[in-house]
């Protein structure tokens, strides 16, 4: 390669003419020398052995170039930092235990775990409370398996379900379900908060109350628990406000809590095996009580004496039953399990006690004096709602993936691995707190009868201070994260601009906080501190995060039997039916949990999906739904290809062919406007507009034009397509447009095509167009609708009334019938009558008629007025002769001239002034073409120019000779035209029938708002002759009338009598 270069160079060196050598310089030459060494110096950058691809490396990268970019990728929000901190150094990336599994246990184990786990247990048994813990683990396993095919299916950014949705289902789905994921983590906020209140009050500092004795009153205690819920709101916001650092390192300690925590209650439970002297209960019969010290727990006790025998009158209960002391903390080998096996779910109101008799449980006087009650009505799914958020934040681990080593392999492993881990816990956990604990002590949700202590605390090894200080800072720990999470997800939802009025939100504050996401976070979870109780707070965001989990198994069992090419995830151990199975759990726990709930959450979903879908900006992900919309498309499409449609499912897919002027402009906007008004078909519409021209050097035009055409049809509502089509000729692109347009079934079997109105002075070309257009549409047997002043048909915003006159002459396979049927539908035409005109010969029975076209009509259910109009036999009058003589000679004299193009167009026009202008005939018509302005000015300037040369004489003329040609021309075609013979009797007859039928319909129609009638076939031969007089016979059909629709039927029924 370096010896041919060489030798090139040495090439050029030589063909290079010298100065030194006396050799005259080619200017030429040298400037092609110049650009050549300009390439070069151009080139020098490029590869030498690239140079076959320098034309591409301008606008394509170079493959190191593109592979760096991917490499380089940041796919992570911008995470939680300290303004104030120095720049730290790159840290190393992390793997599967540090980035994945243990945030997932510290999201995961919650605050539920320490203060209600022993109540679901002891309300719902161990069989039941093992379904329930089982059921909720089920649901985040299939939806970690789901996320796990969805998370190494790629890149993913972090943000969780959000971007995993959003980016597999569109920006619909995604917004809907980001906005409930945020709204899920904010509530999660104010649930730990409150949790972490109900520690403090409750087990650790119950002197602190301001609202007295919560123990007697249970709104008192949730009012403490919305005043401290509050101040310890305001000091964690301020918190994440101003010490993100702060953040950021207490997550380390709360998971070191919770860790402990867990290991100190299996201590504790083998520790206990035999059970322990810490805790009695005492009993009256079967029934818990409370505040009542055990030294005071005997029937004897002045005490309890004082308690249940006010006045002297004692409670019955209380005479009827013994008062016993019972251990609360049985142990393991006391068998209590069996005690524990069955649920004992209870009403409002009801007292806890041993078993499900009435005389037990039932408040019949009124008086709870110191026994426990239940403080809501308990069921099986309402507890799957209040343990549910005991398994959520299994995104921990996919919300980290820009900080993984190898986010592919350790977002399944971690967080399957933590999905079991923790689920061992809590389904061991259900099994070993029913065999250690008295079944009336679990039930005890706030330990009043153990003198407000709580339950898995006493279990711990080696003291409850180790439970209830390392629950209360875990629990701070969770409430802090959510708090910095949930602003971080609202301003990533707000930049993506899918939901417009969040886009304040997405602005930062001048040290980089989402301050504005802050503060509305905030108010929503004071929202949820309001309600003051965290079983009421546990099911409404089990809701958001059951659509949420629902939603990632909906994306995957969408992408999965798409089977999209893109779907490549490298987790192989997924299958579409446990997608499908984790979405039906999703669902189906939330209407068992709380209907009304699950409707809030549907409800909210449904707007924001609905507000997206109207107002939000498009975007373009390559989403599921529109890969699932392609893949209906094409099985609709297949299953259209089996066989034509039947008369019934029969409807317009219309094909508008607009013609643009020369500023690429549609020529007639009204007929996108019409193409409108017939969408009460509820077809396909498709608008194509043709340029001449060469389609490599005209793109750009026909960009700009697709671009124009696309916004008149917006402008117009036109539902459908566009396209531009650019032909060497306009008929051969427009006859390529209706054979090949459409897909399949979907092919249009309808054309709209506006009419030449210029075709007398445009020539032969104008009505060449328009008639092969004609053929073309009848060769591939589709309709046609052919409106004449279109510039005078209605606007799709107005409203009219009077008559829709059908003219009814051949039966075209019901067309003409079901055309105003659809115009009637829309609310322009709405107002108008219908009226039916049908032509009856002499020998035909008119009155019958009209009976059988009633009866048809009512068969179609179609109501219209109907006349039946009889054309007599009359002769041919002097006026046909005379119209056919002036057509025909017309056609003679162009023939006979043979001129050029040029002077053709002159002559024509010269011809057409001449002969037509005793012919006009006054009517209520305005020609309906937009250029008609230009037609009469360019009308005007020739009659000026024929006046001037007859009056002036030939001096006056540029071109005297060929002026004096072309009188002389004329002068001898008019004397040709007075010598002429009879009229050939086919053009007789025609012109007969176009003016008879005119005299007709103007005489019935002339005031209607649309006459619809037959449009006659073209002539079968191809000449110019036979062409011009099939346009003069429409031009004589139609005159007299502003508005009409000529149709003709593609070949078969449209239009069926039968249901």
């Not at 994945?100 to 605050?111: D, K, S, Y």
């Not at 692109?733 to 309808?750: A, C, D, E, R, Y």
């Not at 008629?849 to 109501?863: A, C, G, N, S, V």
């Amino acid at each position: 390669m370096q010896s041919n270069s060489a030798k090139d160079d040495s090439d050029e060196m030589e063909i290079i003419p010298s100065e030194h050598n006396g050799t005259v310089h080619d200017t030429k030459n040298e400037d092609s020398g110049d650009i050549h060494r300009a390439e070069e110096n151009q080139k020098s950058n490029i590869d030498p052995n690239l140079y076959l691809y320098d034309d591409d490396l301008e606008t394509r990268p170079h493959i190191s170039t593109f592979i760096s970019s991917i490499a380089n990728y940041e796919n992570t929000i911008p995470a939680a930092t300290d303004p104030d901190a120095k720049p730290a150094a790159p840290s190393a990336r992390m793997g599967t235990l540090i980035g994945v599994f243990l945030p997932c246990i510290q999201n995961i184990f919650g605050v539920i775990l320490f203060i209600r786990l022993t109540w679901v247990v002891g309300t719902a048994g161990a069989v039941c409370g093992f379904l329930i813990v089982l059921t909720c683990c089920c649901v985040t396993m299939l939806t970690a398996i789901s996320m796990s095919a969805i998370a190494t299916n790629g890149v993913v950014p972090a943000g969780g379900s959000y971007f995993m949705i959003s980016r597999s289902l569109g920006p619909e789905f995604g917004g809907a379900v980001g906005m409930l994921f945020y709204t899920g983590t904010t509530l999660a906020a104010a649930m730990y908060i409150v949790g972490a209140v109900e520690i403090v009050l409750t087990y650790m500092a119950p002197w602190a109350s301001i609202f007295g004795d919560f123990t007697k009153d249970a709104d008192a205690m949730y009012n403490n628990f919305r005043v401290y819920g509050t101040l310890l709101l305001i000091v964690m916001g301020l918190i994440v406000f101003v010490g993100v650092k702060f953040v950021n390192k207490f997550a380390t300690v709360a998971l070191a809590c919770v860790i402990l925590s867990i290991i100190a209650v299996y201590v504790g439970i083998f520790d206990n095996m035999h059970g322990n002297e810490k805790l009695y209960m005492c009993v009256l019969g079967k029934r818990l009580l409370k505040d009542i010290p055990l030294d005071n727990c005997t029937k004897e006790d002045s005490f309890m004496r004082d308690i249940y025998c006010p006045g002297g009158k004692c409670d019955e209960y209380f005479l009827a039953n013994n008062v016993t002391k019972v251990k609360g903390i049985k142990g393991l080998a006391s068998g209590v399990f069996y005690d524990n096996i069955w649920p004992s779910f209870l009403e409002k109101g009801q007292f806890i006690a041993y078993g499900k008799n009435a005389i037990d449980i039932e408040n019949t006087n009124g008086q709870s004096y110191n026994q426990i009650m239940a403080d809501i009505t308990t069921s099986f799914t309402l507890l799957i709602g209040i343990f549910f958020p005991s398994v959520t934040g299994i995104m921990a681990g996919s919300n980290r993936s820009g900080d993984l080593a190898d986010a592919q392999k350790s977002i399944p492993i971690g967080t399957i691995c933590a999905i079991l881990t923790t689920s061992t816990v809590y389904l061991s956990s259900v099994m070993f707190f029913a065999g250690t604990v008295d079944n009336l002590l679990l039930r005890d949700k706030f330990g009043q009868s153990i003198g407000g202590k709580l339950v898995v605390a006493n279990i711990a090894w080696p003291n409850q201070w180790v439970i209830l200080i390392g629950s209360f800072l875990s629990t701070l720990g969770a409430g802090l994260q959510s708090l910095t999470g949930a602003p971080r997800l609202l301003q990533a939802i707000a930049r993506d601009e899918i939901i417009p009025f969040l886009a304040p939100f997405a602005k930062s504050s001048s040290r980089g906080e989402p301050t504005r996401a802050l503060l509305l976070t905030i108010v929503i979870c004071q929202c949820g501190i309001l309600l003051g109780n965290v079983d009421l707070l546990a099911p409404l965001l089990s809701m958001f995060f059951l659509m949420c989990y629902g939603f990632v198994n909906l994306a995957c069992a969408v992408q999965t039997l798409l089977r999209t090419p893109n779907w490549r995830p490298r987790f192989k151990f997924y299958h579409w039916s446990l997608s499908l199975i984790g979405l039906t759990l999703c669902i189906s726990v939330m209407i068992m949990t709380s209907w009304y709930f699950a409707l809030i959450a549907m409800g909210m979903a449904i707007i924001i999906y609905k507000y997206i879908e109207y107002r939000g900006a498009e975007k373009e992900w390559g989403d599921g739904i529109r890969g699932m919309a392609l893949t209906a498309a094409r099985y609709s499409l297949l299953r259209l290809e089996e066989g034509p449609p039947h008369t019934k499912n029969w409807r317009p897919q219309i094909l508008v062919l607009s013609k643009l002027n020369d500023n690429l402009l549609p020529k007639y906007r009204k007929i996108f406007s019409f193409a409108t008004q017939l969408k009460a078909g509820k077809g396909l519409t498709i608008c194509v507009s043709v340029i001449k021209g060469d389609h490599t050097k005209i793109t750009n035009k026909a960009v700009d034009a697709k671009s124009t055409l696309r916004k008149y049809m917006t402008d117009e509502k036109v539902k459908g397509f566009c396209d531009v089509l650019v032909s060497q000729q306009i008929g051969e692109g427009l006859s390529s447009v209706i054979q090949t347009i459409g897909l399949g079934g979907m092919k249009p079997n309808t054309v709209i095509i506006g009419w030449p109105y210029s075709w007398r002075q445009e020539g032969r070309n104008s009505w060449k167009t328009f008639i092969q257009t004609v053929r073309t549409v009848a060769a591939c047997h589709m309709a046609l609708m052919v409106p004449k002043g279109i510039n005078f048909y209605p606007e799709s915003s107005h409203k009219i009334g009077g008559n829709i006159d059908i003219w009814w002459i051949v039966h075209d396979g019901g067309l003409l019938m079901l055309l105003p049927f659809l115009l009637k539908q829309h609310r322009t035409w709405r107002n108008c009558k219908l009226r039916i005109f049908t032509v009856a010969q002499i020998e035909d029975n008119s009155i019958q008629m009209k009976k059988d076209l009633k009866t048809f009509l009512y068969h179609l259910r179609i109501e219209a007025d109907v006349e039946v109009v009889e054309m007599n036999n009359s002769d041919i009058s002097a006026y046909t002769y005379e119209r056919t003589l002036m057509m025909e000679q017309r056609n003679q004299m162009l023939r006979a001239l043979g001129l050029n193009k040029k002077e053709n167009s002159k002559v024509v026009q010269t011809i057409v002034d001449h002969h037509y202008d005793a012919t006009k005939t006054a009517s209520k018509v305005r020609f309906a073409d937009p250029t008609i302005e230009e037609i009469q000015h360019h009308d005007s300037q020739n009659d000026e120019k024929r006046n001037s040369i007859d009056l002036d004489g030939p001096e006056n003329a540029d071109t005297p000779e060929t002026t004096s040609n072309k009188d002389e021309s004329t002068e001898k075609a008019d004397g040709d035209f007075k010598s002429s013979v009879k009229p050939d009797e086919f053009n007789v007859r025609r012109m007969h029938t176009a003016i008879k039928l005119n005299e007709v319909i103007v005489e019935k129609s002339q005031d209607a708002q649309l006459v619809i009638m037959n449009l006659p076939g073209p002539p079968r031969e191809v000449r110019a002759e036979r062409e011009s007089n099939y346009m003069e016979f429409l031009e004589v059909l139609t005159e007299g009338l502003e508005k009409v629709l000529m149709v003709r039927g593609g070949g078969r029924e449209v239009i069926t009598i039968y249901s």
